[in-house]
């Protein structure tokens, strides 16, 4: 008679001591395995950001050369979940993968620059952020046509403002709750970002706090959003970006002082 052998799981809080005791490598596999579910979750996400660019298989491979780098650079005695520390990493790094695909039409690129050198212009012109009208007046096109151009920009403008808080070692701001990972100067520093972001993210327009909100905090897509508020997903889109140009703004200026 066969008998069925049932294979024992090991508990990850037992392959963490093994791996801080030995760094063996197959020990190591083990925790990318049962870690691995994190990566597919975040890539999953992520695409469905952005319009242009769809390759799942591509940013998982990114995502699990991250997990494992974040596995060897992780400090158990840290108080900080993995979970939490390698999402970071992962995230940071997907991210950037698809900033070096280059994958936006070079009409959107060219469309994305103009709306922020008027906006640029504007701001400094006027000492305050500029309407939508205001923009689409010294651009010299209707408001509808501004608009659109908005909608068509939202994934650019994403992948714009999450670049530079990756970038700037800024990811656990308010948008994504993270906890601090880094030295008591670190720490200082994020919350005092964290403090200005959410002051800007109070001083948006009601719709745009709204989207924002939904879209980070609570991790609904664009068409969600658009059924949750009950408008379209082109003009959420428009509401997302006109967000998202403000707080990049705010944030870029913060960096420079």
Same mark, same amino acid.
């Given at each position: 008679?066969?008998?069925?052998?049932?294979?024992?799981?090991?508990?990850?809080?037992?392959?963490?001591?093994?791996?801080?005791?030995?760094?063996?490598?197959?020990?190591?596999?083990?925790?990318?395995?049962?870690?691995?579910?994190?990566?597919?979750?975040?890539?999953?996400?992520?695409?469905?950001?952005?319009? *242009?660019?769809?390759?799942?298989?591509?940013?998982?491979?990114?995502?699990?050369?991250?997990?494992?780098?974040?596995?060897? !650079?992780?400090?158990?005695?840290?108080?900080?979940?993995?979970?939490?520390?390698?999402?970071?990493?992962?995230?940071?790094?997907?991210?950037?993968?698809?900033?070096?695909?280059?994958?936006?039409?070079?009409?959107?690129?060219?469309?994305?620059?103009?709306?922020?050198?008027?906006?640029?212009?504007?701001?400094?012109?006027?000492?305050?952020?500029?309407?939508?009208?205001?923009?689409?007046?010294?651009?010299?096109?209707?408001?509808?046509?501004?608009?659109?151009?908005?909608?068509?920009?939202?994934?650019?403008?994403?992948?714009?403002?999450?670049?530079?808080?990756?970038? !700037?070692?800024?990811?656990?701001?308010?948008?994504? /709750?993270? /906890?601090?990972?880094?030295?008591?100067?670190?720490?200082?520093?994020?919350?005092?970002?964290?403090?200005?972001?959410?002051?800007?993210?109070?001083?948006?327009?009601?719709?745009?706090?709204?989207?924002?909100?939904? *879209?980070?905090?609570?991790?609904? !897509?664009?068409?969600?959003?658009?059924?949750?508020?009950?408008?379209?997903?082109?003009?959420?889109?428009?509401?997302?970006?006109?967000?998202?140009?403000?707080?990049?703004?705010?944030?870029?200026?913060?960096?420079?002082?």
């Amino acid at each position: 008679m066969t008998k069925n052998y049932e294979v024992r799981e090991i508990p990850v809080q037992e392959l963490w001591t093994r791996y801080s005791k030995t760094g063996d490598i197959e020990t190591r596999n083990e925790l990318i395995r049962q870690y691995s579910y994190l990566v597919r979750c975040i890539a999953i996400k992520i695409v469905g950001r952005y319009q *242009y660019f769809n390759y799942l298989d591509d940013i998982i491979n990114e995502g699990l050369i991250a997990l494992m780098d974040a596995i060897a !650079k992780f400090d158990m005695m840290k108080n900080v979940k993995f979970e939490t520390f390698a999402s970071i990493k992962v995230r940071g790094a997907m991210i950037d993968y698809i900033r070096r695909q280059d994958c936006f039409p070079r009409r959107l690129k060219k469309m994305a620059r103009a709306i922020n050198e008027a906006d640029e212009t504007l701001n400094q012109r006027l000492g305050r952020s500029p309407t939508e009208q205001e923009i689409a007046d010294y651009m010299k096109i209707s408001l509808p046509e501004y608009e659109k151009m908005l909608a068509e920009t939202s994934s650019m403008n994403i992948l714009s403002f999450e670049e530079l808080v990756y970038e !700037k070692g800024v990811e656990s701001i308010a948008l994504h /709750s993270a /906890s601090s990972t880094g030295g008591p100067e670190q720490v200082m520093a994020e919350k005092e970002l964290s403090s200005m972001l959410q002051l800007d993210i109070e001083n948006l327009e009601e719709k745009e706090k709204i989207v924002i909100s939904l *879209y980070y905090k609570e991790q609904l !897509k664009i068409k969600e959003i658009s059924g949750v508020m009950g408008i379209s997903e082109s003009r959420v889109s428009q509401i997302h970006s006109s967000a998202l140009r403000k707080l990049r703004r705010s944030l870029e200026n913060y960096l420079k002082q």
